[in-house]
């Protein structure tokens, strides 16, 4: 992919690590964050998760210098963000993509970013360009799509070719074109060797996209990991097994110590025993079957599993009339 970027010989040189250490912040009586420590290192893009309410916001606002922590610290490149001279150089955030006023252009608006910043002036048409709205850069922000407004703050944290990178949900607004657009975009700068922080609740995207996680709820850490453990752990060493013996089937297995739960009229799962193992029994017990499978979780099933107690809302199943029985 052509990013369109050249780089100062000062950048990579940069320490794009972003540290949490020890994060507290209440809002009068409501602890947003609790004691939250975690690290994004350069090179991986660390997605960022958690339910509604699980202080996420809050953790980038406290980063970026626009909170301040009650305890604890946040740093970017060893440095707290409100030293940093400069800060577009060191570190790139899209949290609101309507930040920018209607009135001005796309390009207008990027160049009031790179002169107060110091920054040359053709960055703001090589990042135009990067994000596609080149042809578009002299028409103003307040016609423009929520897409085309969140590549336009994309191309914000892009102006001072930073090592760090922080989004807040970027791919609300885009569409299928755009999501894949973003999601190539932050597989390149961790592969340049940036730190990509990036929040979203579509745990699809980031298991395509993201190496690590860290996991939150309640403003507490719930996990620090890399996708590849996470999944695995929340798969379990599950097998299916469809079968049209299922009784047969189910009787063999547990008699030899496997959890075995039905999920349709001819398949079941089975916990405790290794594939080969499942095999091997319903072979001997002559049980015929047309399907064995190594259980592998979605994302999003170890992600639902990990927050179930941390949601500040709990949802229940709706049935039709319900409302109307006492």
Known sequence: MTTGRSRSPSVPAMNGTIEVRGLRKRYGRVTAVDDLSFTVRPGLVTGFVGPNGAGKSTTMRVILGLDAPDAGHALVGGRPYRSLRAPLRHVGALLDAGAAHPGRSARHHLLWMVRYNGLPAQRVDEVLETVGLGAVARRRVGGFSLGMRQRLGIAGALLG????????????GLDPEGVRWIRGLLRTMAAEGRAVLVSSHLMGELQDTADHLVVIGRGRLLADTSVADLVAAASGGRVLLRTGQRSEAMTVLANAGATVAAVDRDAVTVTGLAAEHVIGLLTENQLRFSEITQHRASLEEAYMELTRDAAPYQTTEYHA???ARP
Do not use: C, Q, T
């Open 321 to 323: 009339g319900a409302a």
């Open 161 to 172: 070719d930073p090592p760090s990178l922080l989004f807040d949900e970027p791919v609300n």
